[in-house]
């Protein structure tokens, strides 16, 4: 089928925004896109059971290298036979490098070209990442995608900074290349960067995409930019990126940039937001955000979503739901984690049938609306 | 059936040890007995989802009075259509009285023939809760068994104390019963009381049992006392209960106690020692407690519990759980948790099928052997 354990099936092209639907083809199963993946920071989907996660309709969850490696350590998921099974996940598993978190524990002068020297976030203790490193660690952990060490530049970053940085990520992803050691079973995605400057992603997606890779990234953005800014970035990037591979937004989530990406041609998503919002008590819903810890939801004996048909809002009284908040009681933040992941994942499966249908741009008119209450 | 609604069914006496086994039917459903109740203090057994609960093979959980009358109303429960409904839990469900809490929060003086006067928990306001106002709350939260107001005396109490406590729990018990008003679908059971006085129990015995009551309950008993008064208090108290009627032995729940309480012919048991250890990382096995945050379970990749088939230990390892542990992920308490009430679920069916074969003694002469090691 491919010469990669990962790659990319094209389904249909929608004919009203270009926007793309496809499926993503993994040693540990397939999944269609475009996709949301829930986050599994320390190997859990916050407050989930793998169980929870599957029937919910999630074919493929992203876990963090940086807080594995840290603990519990990825020898001893490798010992354990990797994280599918150390976690019992049936699906597809994708790690990120670890470069996000260590750059925000860095200082300025511990980022060299060999690596990131930095502290523990747990212990304290001095610790250096490098590209070798993190595919050592990746590969421990044996996930179907894994990620370019990379530079994700903060917002906003200077021409000059973010030029020699993305020039950096990519002799760190030639790095990548030459140390991961597991190319038959897992999949290494190049990350394209250049923070807010159209000239400086040209020049990363000529030089990641380069590279013979299963898959490629659209790495620091959504990381605190105005909405335009976020737009016109994955507009001048998406187009440069192969066709014929799957395309991936790192950290978004929100509704709206969901249904942005995919219309621009994006393939895979990953946020927190569906589980830390869910363990604030806030739900995500058609109609904006709803704060389930509010005075109203006091004697409101309806589900928390109206239009939601997900086991929570089946089976649980809003009232219920926000007296579990009040109390403290963890089947609260189940209740309220389980909708938003299984909102995003709907959500996503709306967008696959609007494409499919040839009326993603019409389908976001209609969200928006309702999103947005205009 | 019966005039009541919940009444014991006896199907088997064990011919070694007397130990009885049978079934109580209640307005929601009927649960062998002897019986573990889980316990969900404020309509929710931490951590745990119902559907979870009901698989694992609990046919009845236990709610607090004074908790849902203080959080979140029992007006908002009455409302939502009763705690079955609230909290979508369709097995039965039995309330105490709120007395044990209020006890607890009440100085000496605030306990007088009315009631107690206590200061809420929450936000320090002042209530009275009297033996009318504990039927009030139970009649609204719609649970199949309520439980009489009583006082619960400290250990050790005086001899003289306890009887003046014993004597007025009696007269609440007149109280109860005369503002209980859904006779017809919610089962009062009166508490036997009398400290650790073998004549204050009998003279308790005989007073609450005078009462054409649908079940009795032994209280002031497990809180704190050596194991030999507690267990001589049941020796002498059940066998004063009605044979016809559920005897129910109140915040029982440690593996040796259900075994002799059982023995001693009780048929129900509650207490949150199997929630409350699995949120500390400990649980429960034949060999005895188990530690699974301690460091010698950091590479044991097999099951908490070799010997179990819960779905904690067939599908994780004891380090995946000792991971989520120490790195506060709240699915390794669910595990935790999961397995304890699976545990003591199961141990309630090894009972029974002893007393079925009539071997009940020997079962606990084995279980005492490798729980003890001896």
Known sequence: MSKYPVYYEHIHTCKQTGARLGRVHTPHGSFMTPAFMPVGTQASVKGMSPEEVAEMGAGIILSNTYHLWLRPGSEIVRKAGGLHKFMNWKGSVLTDSGGFQVFSLAKPKDITEEGVKFSSHIDGRKLLLTPEKSMEIQNDLGSDIIMAFDECCPYPSEHGYAKRSLERTTRWLERCIDSHKNKDSQALFGIIQGSMYEDL????????TSFDLPGFAIGGISVGEP?????????????LMPEDKPRYLMGVGSPDYLIEGSLRGVDMFDCVLPTRMGRHGTILTDHGKRIIRDKCFAEDFGPMDPECDCYACRNYPAAYVRHLLKANEMFGLRLCTYHNIYYLLKLM???????ADDSLGDFKENFYKSYYGS
């Not at 737009?231 to 998406?238: E, F, G």
């Not at 499966?349 to 494409?355: N, S």
Request: with cysteine; glycine share 0%.
């Open 201 to 208: 992603r040209k020049i990363s997606a000529e030089q990641i």
């Open 227 to 239: 909405k335009n800014l976020f737009l016109s970035m994955i507009d001048c990037t998406v187009p």
């Open 349 to 355: 499966e709306r967008v696959r049938q609007a494409i």
